[in-house]
Antibody
Framework: EVQLVESGGGLVKPGSSLKLSCVAS????????MHWIRQAPKKGLEWIAL????????YYADSVKGRFTISRDNSKNTLYLEMNSLRSEDTAMYYC????????WGQGVMVTVSS | DIQMTQSPSFLSASVGDRVTINCKAS??????LNWYQQKLGEAPKRLIY???NLQTGIPSRFSGSGSGTDYTLTISSLQPEDFATYFC??????????FGAGTKLELK
Protein backbone atom coordinates (compact mmCIF):
# COMPACT_ATOMS: atom_id res chain seq x y z
CA GLU A 1 0.00 0.00 0.00
CA VAL A 2 1.37 3.37 -1.01
CA GLN A 3 1.81 5.72 1.93
CA LEU A 4 3.09 9.27 2.04
CA VAL A 5 3.48 10.89 5.44
CA GLU A 6 4.35 14.56 5.75
CA SER A 7 5.88 16.18 8.81
CA GLY A 8 7.69 19.30 9.92
CA GLY A 9 4.91 21.83 9.82
CA GLY A 10 4.04 24.33 12.52
CA LEU A 11 3.62 27.97 13.47
CA VAL A 12 6.48 30.25 12.45
CA LYS A 13 7.04 33.99 12.18
CA PRO A 14 7.34 35.85 8.88
CA GLY A 15 10.86 35.74 7.52
CA SER A 16 11.72 32.46 9.18
CA SER A 17 12.51 29.04 7.72
CA LEU A 18 11.00 25.59 7.93
CA LYS A 19 11.79 22.20 6.38
CA LEU A 20 9.06 19.74 5.53
CA SER A 21 9.60 16.01 5.05
CA CYS A 22 7.55 13.39 3.28
CA VAL A 23 8.37 9.76 4.02
CA ALA A 24 7.27 7.33 1.34
CA SER A 25 6.53 3.62 1.53
CA UNK A 26 4.81 0.94 -0.49
CA UNK A 27 6.49 1.72 -3.81
CA UNK A 28 9.95 2.17 -5.30
CA UNK A 29 10.48 5.79 -4.28
CA UNK A 30 13.62 6.19 -6.39
CA UNK A 31 11.65 5.53 -9.60
CA UNK A 32 9.12 8.36 -9.33
CA UNK A 33 8.96 12.10 -9.62
CA MET A 34 7.46 13.81 -6.60
CA HIS A 35 5.49 17.01 -6.07
CA TRP A 36 4.73 19.46 -3.33
CA ILE A 37 1.25 20.98 -3.56
CA ARG A 38 -0.39 23.36 -1.11
CA GLN A 39 -3.82 24.65 -0.21
CA ALA A 40 -4.27 27.91 1.66
CA PRO A 41 -7.26 28.18 4.01
CA LYS A 42 -10.48 28.58 2.04
CA LYS A 43 -8.47 28.70 -1.22
CA GLY A 44 -7.81 26.31 -4.06
CA LEU A 45 -4.91 23.96 -4.57
CA GLU A 46 -1.61 25.31 -5.87
CA TRP A 47 1.19 23.23 -7.36
CA ILE A 48 4.50 24.52 -6.02
CA ALA A 49 7.35 22.14 -6.85
CA LEU A 50 8.35 18.98 -8.72
CA UNK A 51 11.53 16.92 -8.56
CA UNK A 52 12.48 14.15 -10.94
CA UNK A 53 13.13 10.62 -9.68
CA UNK A 54 16.89 11.16 -9.80
CA UNK A 55 16.91 14.85 -8.75
CA UNK A 56 18.15 15.76 -12.24
CA UNK A 57 15.41 18.34 -12.73
CA UNK A 58 13.54 20.55 -10.31
CA TYR A 59 10.72 22.95 -11.10
CA TYR A 60 9.04 25.64 -9.02
CA ALA A 61 5.99 27.85 -9.16
CA ASP A 62 6.80 31.52 -9.50
CA SER A 63 5.26 32.16 -6.07
CA VAL A 64 8.01 30.17 -4.32
CA LYS A 65 10.94 30.32 -6.74
CA GLY A 66 14.10 31.49 -5.01
CA ARG A 67 12.65 30.88 -1.54
CA PHE A 68 11.75 27.18 -1.52
CA THR A 69 13.97 24.22 -2.40
CA ILE A 70 12.72 20.74 -3.19
CA SER A 71 15.08 17.81 -2.63
CA ARG A 72 15.02 14.11 -1.98
CA ASP A 73 17.06 11.35 -0.40
CA ASN A 74 16.31 8.13 -2.23
CA SER A 75 18.27 6.12 0.34
CA LYS A 76 15.80 7.30 2.99
CA ASN A 77 12.67 7.28 0.79
CA THR A 78 12.16 10.87 1.80
CA LEU A 79 11.15 14.04 -0.03
CA TYR A 80 11.91 17.47 1.42
CA LEU A 81 10.77 21.04 1.03
CA GLU A 82 13.02 23.68 2.51
CA MET A 83 11.14 26.93 2.91
CA ASN A 84 12.94 30.20 3.54
CA SER A 85 11.79 33.82 3.88
CA LEU A 86 8.32 32.64 4.78
CA ARG A 87 5.42 35.02 4.28
CA SER A 88 1.89 35.08 5.63
CA GLU A 89 0.65 34.01 2.19
CA ASP A 90 2.62 30.75 2.55
CA THR A 91 0.17 29.68 5.26
CA ALA A 92 -1.35 26.49 3.90
CA MET A 93 -1.72 22.76 4.13
CA TYR A 94 1.23 21.24 2.29
CA TYR A 95 0.87 17.91 0.50
CA CYS A 96 3.42 15.68 -1.15
CA UNK A 97 2.23 13.66 -4.13
CA UNK A 98 3.71 10.82 -6.14
CA UNK A 99 4.26 10.64 -9.90
CA UNK A 100 4.43 13.21 -12.65
CA UNK A 101 0.67 12.74 -13.05
CA UNK A 102 -0.07 12.81 -9.32
CA UNK A 103 -1.71 9.58 -8.22
CA UNK A 104 -1.12 9.19 -4.48
CA TRP A 105 -1.05 12.07 -2.00
CA GLY A 106 -0.21 12.38 1.67
CA GLN A 107 -2.66 13.71 4.21
CA GLY A 108 -0.81 16.99 4.42
CA VAL A 109 0.97 19.07 7.04
CA MET A 110 -0.09 22.53 8.16
CA VAL A 111 2.24 25.50 7.97
CA THR A 112 1.13 28.74 9.60
CA VAL A 113 3.15 31.91 9.10
CA SER A 114 2.08 34.58 11.56
CA SER A 115 3.61 37.10 13.90
CA ASP B 1 -0.89 29.84 -17.11
CA ILE B 2 -3.84 27.61 -17.91
CA GLN B 3 -6.87 28.50 -15.80
CA MET B 4 -9.33 25.80 -14.76
CA THR B 5 -12.92 26.83 -14.11
CA GLN B 6 -14.80 24.17 -12.16
CA SER B 7 -18.56 24.08 -11.72
CA PRO B 8 -20.65 23.93 -9.72
CA SER B 9 -18.91 24.96 -6.50
CA PHE B 10 -21.59 23.25 -4.41
CA LEU B 11 -23.93 20.45 -5.32
CA SER B 12 -26.74 18.97 -3.24
CA ALA B 13 -27.89 15.53 -4.25
CA SER B 14 -29.46 12.35 -2.91
CA VAL B 15 -28.29 8.78 -2.75
CA GLY B 16 -28.95 7.19 -6.11
CA ASP B 17 -28.77 10.43 -8.07
CA ARG B 18 -26.64 10.87 -11.18
CA VAL B 19 -24.39 13.90 -10.88
CA THR B 20 -21.96 15.69 -13.15
CA ILE B 21 -19.13 18.05 -12.33
CA ASN B 22 -17.43 20.13 -14.97
CA CYS B 23 -14.00 21.65 -15.55
CA LYS B 24 -13.30 24.09 -18.32
CA ALA B 25 -9.73 24.94 -19.28
CA SER B 26 -8.67 28.31 -20.65
CA UNK B 27 -6.99 26.49 -23.55
CA UNK B 28 -6.75 23.00 -25.01
CA UNK B 29 -5.27 20.60 -22.46
CA UNK B 30 -5.19 17.55 -24.75
CA UNK B 31 -7.09 15.32 -22.32
CA UNK B 32 -4.42 15.68 -19.62
CA LEU B 33 -7.07 16.00 -16.95
CA ASN B 34 -7.35 14.12 -13.66
CA TRP B 35 -10.19 14.00 -11.14
CA TYR B 36 -9.73 13.64 -7.38
CA GLN B 37 -11.92 13.06 -4.36
CA GLN B 38 -11.07 14.54 -1.00
CA LYS B 39 -12.74 13.88 2.33
CA LEU B 40 -12.11 15.98 5.42
CA GLY B 41 -8.81 15.08 7.03
CA GLU B 42 -7.90 12.54 4.37
CA ALA B 43 -5.45 12.52 1.50
CA PRO B 44 -6.92 13.36 -1.90
CA LYS B 45 -7.64 10.24 -3.92
CA ARG B 46 -7.25 10.06 -7.69
CA LEU B 47 -10.40 8.75 -9.36
CA ILE B 48 -9.78 9.34 -13.05
CA TYR B 49 -6.61 10.10 -15.01
CA UNK B 50 -6.17 11.45 -18.51
CA UNK B 51 -9.86 12.28 -18.88
CA UNK B 52 -11.44 8.84 -18.87
CA ASN B 53 -9.15 6.25 -17.29
CA LEU B 54 -10.46 4.80 -14.05
CA GLN B 55 -7.89 4.51 -11.28
CA THR B 56 -7.45 0.95 -10.03
CA GLY B 57 -9.84 0.20 -7.20
CA ILE B 58 -12.26 3.01 -7.97
CA PRO B 59 -15.87 1.93 -8.50
CA SER B 60 -17.20 1.96 -12.04
CA ARG B 61 -19.96 4.42 -11.12
CA PHE B 62 -17.27 7.07 -11.57
CA SER B 63 -16.49 8.05 -15.14
CA GLY B 64 -14.85 10.89 -17.00
CA SER B 65 -15.22 12.40 -20.42
CA GLY B 66 -14.21 15.39 -22.44
CA SER B 67 -11.76 16.84 -24.86
CA GLY B 68 -10.20 20.13 -25.81
CA THR B 69 -11.16 22.56 -23.06
CA ASP B 70 -14.25 20.86 -21.56
CA TYR B 71 -14.24 17.91 -19.16
CA THR B 72 -16.80 16.15 -17.02
CA LEU B 73 -16.82 13.81 -14.05
CA THR B 74 -19.98 11.73 -13.75
CA ILE B 75 -21.11 9.69 -10.79
CA SER B 76 -23.85 7.43 -12.12
CA SER B 77 -25.57 6.53 -8.86
CA LEU B 78 -24.47 8.34 -5.73
CA GLN B 79 -23.54 6.25 -2.74
CA PRO B 80 -23.33 7.53 0.86
CA GLU B 81 -19.53 7.40 0.76
CA ASP B 82 -19.39 9.68 -2.29
CA PHE B 83 -20.29 12.85 -0.40
CA ALA B 84 -16.99 14.69 -0.50
CA THR B 85 -15.13 17.43 -2.34
CA TYR B 86 -14.03 16.81 -5.92
CA PHE B 87 -11.43 18.69 -7.90
CA CYS B 88 -9.79 18.51 -11.29
CA UNK B 89 -6.13 18.90 -12.23
CA UNK B 90 -4.72 19.71 -15.64
CA UNK B 91 -1.22 18.38 -16.30
CA UNK B 92 -0.87 19.39 -19.92
CA UNK B 93 1.27 22.44 -19.18
CA UNK B 94 4.14 20.51 -17.59
CA UNK B 95 5.14 21.26 -14.91
CA UNK B 96 2.88 24.25 -14.25
CA UNK B 97 -0.11 22.19 -13.25
CA UNK B 98 -3.32 23.95 -12.24
CA PHE B 99 -6.36 22.85 -10.33
CA GLY B 100 -10.05 23.50 -10.41
CA ALA B 101 -11.42 25.26 -7.34
CA GLY B 102 -13.36 22.22 -6.19
CA THR B 103 -16.95 21.04 -5.92
CA LYS B 104 -18.42 20.19 -2.54
CA LEU B 105 -20.99 17.44 -2.97
CA GLU B 106 -23.48 17.44 -0.11
CA LEU B 107 -26.38 15.27 0.89
CA LYS B 108 -29.71 16.89 0.06
Amino acid sequence: EVQLVESGGGLVKPGSSLKLSCVASGFTFSSYGMHWIRQAPKKGLEWIALIYYDSSNKYYADSVKGRFTISRDNSKNTLYLEMNSLRSEDTAMYYCAKSVSPDYWGQGVMVTVSS
Amino acid sequence: DIQMTQSPSFLSASVGDRVTINCKASQNINKYLNWYQQKLGEAPKRLIYNTNNLQTGIPSRFSGSGSGTDYTLTISSLQPEDFATYFCLQHNSFPMYTFGAGTKLELK
